[in-house]
């Protein structure tokens, strides 16, 4: 139940195009999904998040889709760029709840190509 | 302000030695964490803390211990290293669960090769 499932395991796509990363949870618990973004050498670091009381959050080319009854959410980048190349996880939270601890999937490396 | 810094960066053991990873924040942060991270597996957590002089094991915590003496600093310990703890450790720090959403933040890793 503690497990977030995340496809697909890598993605590549052409400058411009859309970049799609699912996941699915099943702890109905979790209120708190943010998406971290890594580059090769450095820490994941927080790229958009969101609470499942909307279905949708946008910042600039990057958005969260949320479906609370299929416990799914997706990133979407669009008119993905080279420099969006990177490692993407997301992740879920029962914010505030007893364990404070995030659960995270295993990763998407999109690869951007020019 | 250097956020969070992780040393070393690199380190390489031989099978049986003990060593330290170092993690240290500058943002007052109460909550800590430490993560191996491996191809395939994403991010998983070792040890956590909320707080100075508390600890909390995480998802897989065999061979480690941890140590948060002071708020600033949180130390990963192992005992004695198996070539399984090879992986590329994370330190996080996190505000705490209050008001407004709260991420982690991360160090830059640490990559441990244990031979």
């Known amino acids: 139940q503690q497990q977030v499932k995340q496809s697909p395991q890598s993605l590549i796509v052409q400058k411009g195009g859309i970049s799609i990363i699912n996941c699915a949870y099943e702890?109905?618990?979790?209120?708190?999904f943010p998406w971290y973004q890594q580059f090769p050498g450095k820490g994941p670091a927080l790229l958009i998040a969101i609470r499942p009381d909307v279905s949708e959050k946008k910042e600039g080319r990057f958005t969260i889709s949320f479906n609370k009854s299929a416990k799914q959410f997706s990133l979407h980048i669009m008119d993905s760029q080279p420099g969006d190349s990177a490692t993407y996880f997301c992740a879920a939270e029962d914010y505030g709840g007893a364990t404070n601890k995030l659960i995270f999937g295993t990763g998407t490396l999109l690869a951007v190509q020019p | 302000n250097a956020g969070v810094t992780q040393t070393p960066k690199f380190r390489v053991l031989k099978t049986g030695q003990s060593m330290t990873l170092l993690c240290a924040q500058d943002?007052?942060?109460?909550?800590m964490y430490w993560y191996r991270q491996d191809p395939g597996m994403g991010l998983r957590l070792i040890h956590y803390?909320?707080?100075?002089?508390?600890?909390a094991k995480g998802e897989v915590p065999d061979g480690y211990n941890v140590s948060r003496l002071k708020k600033q600093n949180f130390l990963l310990g192992l005992e004695s290293a198996a070539p399984s703890q090879t992986s590329v450790y994370f330190c996080?720090?996190?505000?705490?669960?209050?008001?407004?959403?709260?991420?982690?933040?991360f160090g830059d890793g640490t990559r441990l090769s244990i031979l």
């Open positions: 943002m007052n942060h109460e909550y």
């Open positions: 803390s909320v707080g100075e002089g508390t600890t």
């Open positions: 702890n109905t618990a979790f209120d708190y």
């Open positions: 996080a720090s996190r505000y705490g669960i209050g008001t407004g959403d709260q991420p982690q933040h």
